[in-house]
């Protein structure tokens, strides 16, 4: 009975080796016929054509919302707040009259200086009247020398007093003018500081109010020293071309979703920051319906070129491997009769990442096939079943007006 039963095992065994060897062959040797009966292990993909397209080249920093005015209204004479001629949020005109102190006290000091200035002005008109006659004196020998240049000295001394009192004058006029506060600027009202009728000073440090210019408004923001030579060659082309538009910037949200505006660069610092290893630049944004809001963190993005008809394929067909970067590309080839698909192993030669597309420099040409899905299945000139096809996304329109 042992016998019989180590038999019935080793003939078991030897059926399943058979079984086994026949679906060997079936699936994985069996290549001829037609494509209706290609292998069922070929890796099923999911692929997506290289395109030749404009694509523009931005770098990212991150900034924070400034007005392009800034200004704490502050009185520059003391004395009692009569009336506020202001809401707080309105926006205002550069000249708008804002607030009124009480202008007796500065009205009465003009009033002491002009007339000051009127005896003044008598007296000098009365001590010229007795030059000319001295004049007329000395030169008939009738009063000493002596006496005319006194009356001369007291004519320039007169003088000297008249134009001191218009000098008052004028103070005392800028004084009362003072009483009267109006906006240096134009631009929106802040929360007020203080209420009619307190005592207030030109020395008071939270002024009345402040006004904010945030249309337009100015984006600071930061960029890796890395970065400056890009910077700088878009400016020297535009100095070279006055005709090109100056460089755009967008403005994004704290969670870099949403647009909130496109404006264009201003300025750039003179020096780099050896702290934190950046450059500081400046943008203007018009800002009309109010998008960017004082002291606001925003994510920017920098236009500095486009690349023109450059060939592109989305970003996760790029892989890294020892040898560097490489694309799987699906061509079509002829075996066993049938004509199928097989998955090529390209170098490539990667640039400008812009989002979900990347940029090749070289290693594919545009109307190549590449596999954006089920790489870690594939081998260079394996089979592949491709699955579904999927379109390369499109780049920004570089041209979109600021």
């Known amino acids: 009975m042992p016998g019989k039963k180590n038999r019935g095992v080793f003939w078991f065994c030897i059926l399943a080796l058979g079984i086994g060897a026949f679906l060997a062959w079936r699936f994985l040797w069996n290549e001829g ?9 070929m890796p099923p993909v999911r692929v997506a ?94 009063i000493a020398e002596q006496q005319y240049e006194t009356q001369r000295a007291l004519v320039r001394q007169y003088e000297g007093t008249v134009e001191a009192d218009q000098a008052a004058v004028d103070s005392a006029k800028l004084q009362l003018e003072y009483s009267r506060i109006t906006a240096p600027i134009g631009g929106r009202l802040g929360l007020k500081a203080v209420d009619e009728g307190n005592q207030i000073k030109a020395s008071d ?38 005709r090109l538009p100056a460089l755009a910037v967008q403005a994004w949200d704290r969670e870099n979703k949403v ?8 300025s750039i610092d003179n020096q780099i920051d050896s702290s934190t290893g950046t450059i500081r630049l400046k943008a203007r944004f018009p800002n009309k319906n109010g998008e960017l809001y004082p002291n ?40 066993d009769g049938g004509e199928i698909d ?8 990667p640039g400008l990442t812009a989002g979900p597309i990347t940029v090749i420099d070289k290693g594919i040409e545009a109307g190549d096939l590449v596999v954006i899905d089920g790489l870690d299945r594939l081998r260079d000139g394996i089979p592949v079943n491709v699955a579904a096809t999927a379109q390369t996304p499109k780049a920004e329109d570089p041209d979109k007006p600021v």
């Open 205 to 242: 440090a939270d002024g009345l109010v402040r006004i904010t210019e945030t249309s337009p408004c100015d984006v600071l923001f930061t960029l890796p020293e890395s970065q400056i030579a890009l910077i700088s060659q878009a400016l020297a082309r535009r100095e070279k071309n006055s």
């Open 259 to 266: 647009e909130l505006a496109t404006g264009e660069l201003l």
């Open 49 to 142: 054509e290289a395109i030749a397209q404009n694509v523009p080249h931005y770098l990212n920093g991150m900034g924070t919302v400034i007005p392009s005015g800034d200004v704490l209204v502050k009185s520059r004479v003391d004395g009692q707040l009569l009336r506020l001629h202001f809401r707080e949020g309105q926006r205002v005109r550069a000249g708008a009259l804002l607030a009124e102190i009480d202008p007796r006290p500065f009205k009465a000091a003009l009033d002491q200086a002009e007339g000051v200035l009127a005896r003044d002005r008598a007296q000098l008109q009365n001590a010229r009247k007795d030059l000319e006659r001295y004049a007329k004196l000395a030169k008939g020998d009738f």
């Open 33 to 41: 016929g037609d494509k209706s009966r290609m292998p069922a292990v």
């Open 296 to 335: 606001q963190f925003v994510n920017i993005r920098l236009l500095v070129q486009t690349l023109h008809d450059v060939v592109t394929v989305p970003s996760a067909a790029v892989q890294l491997g020892a040898r560097g970067s490489y694309c799987y590309v699906v061509r079509k080839e002829n075996r």
């Open 342 to 349: 097989i998955a090529k192993l390209i170098d490539v030669s």
